[in-house]
């Protein structure tokens, strides 16, 4: 049976979900946290525990599981920390910095904290706390006999591929140094065949030495980080068959 550390990068400032718009956090000091920010998008109420939390209990219990690690957001370390690292102990969990700007900062600071004994890794992301335990199962199932498993369900939408449309802007508007209205528009040059396209999911499981290996393209400057948003596209990067199991909606 494998045995997998799980890593939940947490680090991201939720600007799409609206950072700071739930109620006032304390700080480590039992104040208000700097400047009055609210809780993080993965600390938001769900039904009576927070988002982050019922992400973990996901993979907490489970005898495939020898650790579980969350990486949240350095410069708020802290104060998360104060607020949650008593529960987080009871857990077992184990709560390190992540990164300060891209995702892979943070999934390779927590591959650093993987304690040995540990055969493979699965990434998570936080911010999906209902996944459901069958996908979880199907997932480690197949990580078991290929080195490389992502969880995807089939792309619904109409895609479209898409160019930046190049407008003629008004001379007085050129003049005045008016800028144009609204979002850059863009036009279609084709409509994307989408029988063989899936959408990606978490949890990512790999072999632990293929996704160090993985991750040491970036630090050796064979790979950017740059735009990176899951583990496997590193995976990728290596020429190693990953493996799509189907998941749910």
């Known amino acids: 049976m494998l045995k997998a550390a799980v890593i939940l990068p ?15 956090a304390p700080s480590a000091g039992g104040k208000p946290a700097a400047g009055g920010a609210g809780l993080s998008k993965i600390e938001q109420d769900l039904a009576g525990r ?73 990434v998570h992301d936080a911010a999906r706390p209902l996944t459901s335990v069958k996908i979880i199962d199907r997932v480690f199932e197949a990580a078991a006999d290929h080195p490389a498993v992502i969880p995807g369900v089939p792309a619904s939408a109409t895609l479209k591929k898409v160019v930046p449309l190049q ?10 140094g008016q ?11 084709g409509t ?20 160090r290996k993985a991750y040491a393209q970036i630090e050796e400057g064979k790979v950017s980080g740059q735009g990176v948003t899951d583990d496997a596209g590193l995976v990728e990067a290596l020429g190693t068959a990953v493996v799509v199991v189907e998941s749910e909606s």
């Open 10 to 24: 947490a680090a991201g400032l939720g600007k799409r979900f609206g950072n700071g718009s739930g109620p006032a």
């Open 50 to 122: 927070p988002v982050f939390l019922r992400a973990l209990e996901l993979f907490v219990g489970r005898q495939d599981v020898v650790q579980t690690i969350l990486a949240v957001n350095p410069e708020t370390f802290d104060d998360f920390k104060f607020r949650w690292g008593e529960k987080l102990s009871f857990m077992g969990v184990t709560l390190v910095p992540g990164g300060t700007r891209e995702r892979w900062e943070t999934v390779l600071k927590a591959l650093a904290a993987v304690r040995p004994g540990a055969t493979h890794v699965a």
């Open 167 to 176: 407008q003629a802007q008004d001379a007085l508007d050129d003049l005045l």
């Open 179 to 189: 800028a144009a209205k609204g979002p850059p528009l863009k036009m279609v040059v």
């Open 192 to 211: 994307v065949d989408r029988s063989d396209l899936v959408e990606v999911q978490t949890p990512q499981v790999f072999e632990l030495d293929l996704l």
